[in-house]
């Protein structure tokens, strides 16, 4: 399911600087990844996601990017990056329960909430 509304989805974005993607380490930019982590008493854990979709701003080097040359681009240029998560599960716990939890960390300024701080 998740490689037909990826390779759906990268149909629509075609001849754009938007790419579609699963998040695997062979194509997945290492900033993206980083950006997707969260570390918790010191060790880094992350939700594995369905599809991600990454709007690469302009540059001035060649069309032709690999992994390398886009996470350049994407650190050089974070404003003007777009990150999208498309969960293509229908279970409510993935749907619902997920998000909230991510939603408070990534929300937390005095969180109280035993065994997790923010740094």
């Known amino acids: 399911w998740e ?25 997945l930019p290492s900033v993206i990844a980083e950006a ?9 854990t992350s939700k594995e996601t369905d599809v991600i979709v990454v709007e690469v701003p302009k540059s001035q080097g060649s069309e032709d990017m690999n992994r390398e040359s886009i996470d350049f681009v994407i650190r050089s240029n974070p ?24 939603n408070i960390v990534y929300a937390a300024q005095n969180l109280q909430v035993q065994n997790l701080k923010n740094q």
Do not use: E, H, S
């Open 36 to 44: 997707m982590a969260v570390k918790v008493r010191g060790v880094t």
């Open 79 to 102: 404003r003007d990056t777009n990150v999208g998560v498309v969960q293509c599960k229908t279970n409510w716990n993935d749907n619902a329960q997920i998000p909230m939890l991510w």
């Open 3 to 27: 490689i037909l509304v990826t390779w759906y989805l990268n149909l629509i974005f075609w001849d754009t600087r938007v790419v579609v993607l699963r998040p695997t380490k062979d194509l």
